[in-house]
Nanobody
């Protein structure tokens, strides 16, 4: 049973920074892609950023230049450094991992609130 444990959410003022972490454990197969999604109230869950085991990254246009995703493959851990936060970044942030045989796993979510 794969578990994704997230940490680092919280309340921050606009313009501030937060760093999210997600550690995966229990996977039998290597994890190919790890990433972050978010869901604001009344909206659909959307991709924020993801990163492959080879280091290729993908970002939503709304966070390019402000957020940076990194990964420690040896620890199956992914990080999201969020700078210049805006109120519209407020959401529950979910970690996602996809293994090499096509299974998808989700974390429990961590709240990020940006006050204006």
């Amino acid at each position: 049973q794969v578990q994704l444990v997230e940490s680092g959410g919280g309340l921050v003022q606009a313009g501030g920074s937060l760093r999210l972490s997600c550690a995966a454990s229990g996977s039998i197969f290597p994890l190919h892609t790890m990433g972050w999604y978010r869901q604001a109230p009344g909206k659909q869950r959307e991709l924020v950023a993801d990163i492959t085991s080879g280091g290729r990254t993908n970002y939503a246009d709304s966070v390019k230049g402000r957020f940076t995703i990194t990964r420690a493959n040896a620890k199956d851990t992914v990080y999201l450094q969020m700078n210049s936060l805006k109120p519209e970044d407020t959401a529950v942030y979910y970690c996602r991992a996809d293994d090499v045989v096509g299974r998808t796993y989700w974390g429990q979510g961590t709240q990020v609130t940006v006050s204006s």
